[in-house]
């Protein structure tokens, strides 16, 4: 049997497939929009396990592959043998023969690489420690959507070096952009921890003002991640300075666009006047989650289709 597609890290797919998705996602979506029934996934299953929290990867996920055609299950640590230490590379193994596609939210990368190996269906990241692909294959989406190509862009990254600051500046590696990141110190890029081939598409800033001169997009994240809820305190005075306000904006190109993966602290990583203001796209970007993984599930189940 031919080992199947995975959709661990961003860069599990090459430049090409990647412009072929957001193509796809713009048929998707319009298709969508105009009501047209697109049922390419018929009969097909998607399995969900989540061992974090979720709003908008399983609605995006479970309400995705119902449009699709076909139907997605629900399985989280709580009520499955997930949760009572069943090895994963054997929830792998049956849960794969049951299902077409499996998408999961876990903690550590190296969880979902075991479960990936063990699977014999294609395998997605819907976040972990290290990683959250699928948030910016929707991020670079809706800033095409909203501003064109994002090859020679600047992106500024303010706050944590967490898991969809990873996958950004995995991005820039492929797409050929600019990350400008700011962290408190402590908190910097880990360029092993993020997959990184070199430090050439990201530079590191002290000031956050300074990372956010001159950027055409400019976007932050909770300074807490899941799983890091122990640093809670730690963080809050760590990361007071790190606010992406008003002021900040206005060093940005004026075209410059706001994005936040949410769920969002308003007065925390980003003031309710940025978030809610003219140049945020937030709510685009949540949007744009169901069809680019919509384009996703469709590719790694069916690969090229050109209806
Ligand atoms: N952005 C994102 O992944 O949101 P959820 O945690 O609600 O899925
Ligand atoms: N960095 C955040 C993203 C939530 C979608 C977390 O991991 O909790």
């Not at 969002?264 to 709510?283: F, K, L, N, P």
Request: charged share 25%; proline share 4%; with cysteine.
């Amino acid at each position: 049997m031919a080992s199947p597609r995975h959709f661990l890290q961003i860069k599990d797919l090459t430049r090409e497939e990647l412009d072929y998705l957001f193509e796809r996602t713009r048929i998707i979506k319009a298709r969508f929009k105009a009501y047209q029934r697109h049922w390419p996934l018929q009969d097909r299953t998607l399995v969900m396990i989540f061992e974090k929290a979720s709003t908008r990867t399983r609605l995006s996920f479970e309400a995705g592959m119902h449009q699709l055609g076909g139907s997605a299950i629900y399985l989280n640590t709580r009520d499955s043998q997930l949760g009572r230490g069943e090895p994963v590379e054997d929830a792998a193994q049956v849960i794969s023969r049951m299902s077409d596609v499996v998408m999961i939210r876990t903690y550590e990368q190296e969880i979902i690489e075991r479960f990936a190996s063990h699977s014999r269906v294609p395998v997605i990241n819907g976040l972990t420690n290290e990683y959250h692909p699928c948030q910016i294959l929707a991020d670079i989406f809706t800033f095409i959507e909203h501003r064109g190509a994002i090859q020679g862009r600047t992106v500024a990254w303010i706050g944590d070096s967490n898991n969809v600051c990873n996958t950004w500046l995995q991005a820039a590696e492929i797409f050929d952009f600019k990350v400008h990141v700011s962290t408190p110190p402590g908190y910097e890029v880990e360029p092993e921890r993020a997959g990184l081939h070199g430090t050439s598409h990201f530079r590191e800033f002290a000031d956050p003002m300074d990372a956010t001169r001159d950027a055409d997009l400019v976007t932050t994240d909770v300074w807490t991640s899941m799983g890091f809820e122990a640093e809670n305190e730690e963080r809050m005075r760590d990361f007071a300075d790190w606010q992406v306000d008003a002021d900040m904006m206005r060093v940005a190109r004026p075209e410059a666009v706001f994005m936040h993966c949410l769920p969002a602290h308003r007065g925390e990583e980003v003031s309710a006047e940025v978030i809610d203001g003219a140049q945020s796209v937030v709510w685009d970007e949540a949007e744009n989650r169901l069809h680019v993984q919509k384009a996703l599930m469709e590719f790694l189940l069916l690969g090229r289709v050109n209806d």
